[in-house]
């Protein structure tokens, strides 16, 4: 593990404003109204505000899955970020989510995410949606990251020459 990617470095005011960057980018992210809370090193913690127009079942005001699906998604990234020096493009690879129970109508949903192992071109996060605490979750969630390790190269410098 190269020192820039080592879990620890990057918590600051820069890297703050970078995770913010990265979700008011992300147009689903921005549609949903997600906010960034708080970062740590290899850590994120964020809000996904109650909206009516969010709501996946009409008779309960559940809020729909896809939402903590993106939620946990882009705050997960947001600890794969807060755990690298030198931040670099990321992309999810996996996703897995276990959804335990509904959110509750009318509350905010909370999350935090903690990158607890990063490599040369993969990063491993772990994530829980929550209301009150993290003890009563909605969701839990495992992820894969891809993180770009192309050592400075231009993008297509792997690719082949057209054949003439």
Known sequence: MSEQN????GVGAESLERVR????FTPQARALGIELIRLEPARCWGR????PELIGDPDTGVIAGGVLTTFLDQISGGA????MNIPVVTATID??????????PGQDILA??????????VAFVRAVAYEQSPDDPIAHAVGAFMINS??????GANLKEPRP
């Open 112 to 121: 935090e995410a903690h990158c607890y192992k990063i490599g040369r071109s």
């Open 150 to 155: 192309d050592g400075g190269r231009k993008p």
């Open 48 to 51: 996904a505000p109650y909206k």
């Open 6 to 9: 080592q879990p620890g470095y």
């Open 21 to 24: 960057s990265m979700l008011a």
């Open 80 to 83: 794969v970020f807060a755990a």
């Open 95 to 104: 996703l897995r989510i276990d959804y335990m129970r509904p959110a509750t």
